[in-house]
T-cell receptor, first 116, second 107 residues
Framework: GAGVSQSPRYKVAKRGQDVALRCDPI?????LFWYQQALGQGPEFLTY????????KSGLPSDRFFAERPEGSVSTLKIQRTQQEDSAVYLC??????????????FGEGSRLTVL | ELKVEQNPLFLSMQEGKNYTIYCNYS?????LYWYRQDPGKSLESLFV?????AVKQEGRLMASLDTKARLSTLHITAAVHDLSATYFC???????FGQGTRLTINP
């Protein structure tokens, strides 16, 4: 597609439910990032993929968070046993370059998760 | 650990005025990115500054980078209402973002 696509755009979950958020990056983009953005805050890094390899997951807040990108394109962020503090917008971004000095990021519209 | 500080965090200006947003960061980075975010929307790339002394301009916005001072500035000239948004800076290396500067431009 022309841009980064995320689904669902909105998700309401009951506390304790598992959720899965999908990201379809720009075709051919090597790098893929997940960020968590709380209301009124800047995006906070969660994890980074270079192709199918998850090179950095230092930002994942707990072992309830898990991300994968098995074929180096679409990525899924899974949150198990959701808690109220998980409520946020989850942003996916992709870049055509890789490595520590990554290039300009192209962001999706985000998935807004509300945990009741 | 890379820390990024923006100031001011909130800025209310009148149309036609000039102002500067500052972005300081704590560890070496040879490039810096500025993004814009409208309410309820995602982030849009504004500038990519790739070297010390880099200056880029787009319309009423101009960004500069001083890697030695670990400082970037975003200057707004003759502000117009359409520039109301939140602006984020992010040095490279996982693109750690600042807290954002929420800019409101009043008629």
């Amino acid at each position: 597609g022309a841009g980064v696509s995320q689904s669902p755009r909105y998700k309401v979950a009951k506390r304790g439910q598992d959720v899965a958020l999908r990201c379809d990056p720009i075709s051919g983009h090597v790098s893929l990032f997940w960020y968590q953005q709380a209301l009124g805050q800047g995006p906070e890094f969660l994890t980074y993929f270079q192709n199918e390899a998850q090179l950095d997951k230092s930002g994942l807040p707990s072992d309830r968070f898990f991300a994968e990108r098995p074929e180096g394109s679409v990525s899924t962020l899974k949150i198990q046993r959701t808690q109220q503090e998980d409520s946020a917008v989850y942003l996916c971004a992709s870049s055509s370059t890789s490595g520590a000095n990554t290039g300009e990021l192209f962001f999706g519209e985000g998935s807004r998760l509300t945990v009741l | 650990e890379l820390k990024v500080e923006q100031n001011p965090l909130f800025l209310s200006m009148q149309e036609g005025k000039n102002y500067t947003i500052y972005c300081n960061y704590s560890t070496t980075s040879d490039r810096l990115y500025w993004y814009r975010q409208d309410p309820g929307k995602s982030l849009e790339s504004l500038f990519v500054l790739l070297s010390n002394g880099a200056v880029k301009q787009e319309g009423r916005l101009m960004a500069s980078l001083d890697t030695k001072a670990r400082l970037s500035t975003l200057h707004i000239t003759a502000a117009v209402h359409d520039l109301s948004a939140t602006y984020f800076c992010a040095p490279s290396q996982k693109l750690v973002f600042g807290q954002g500067t929420r800019l409101t431009i009043n008629p």
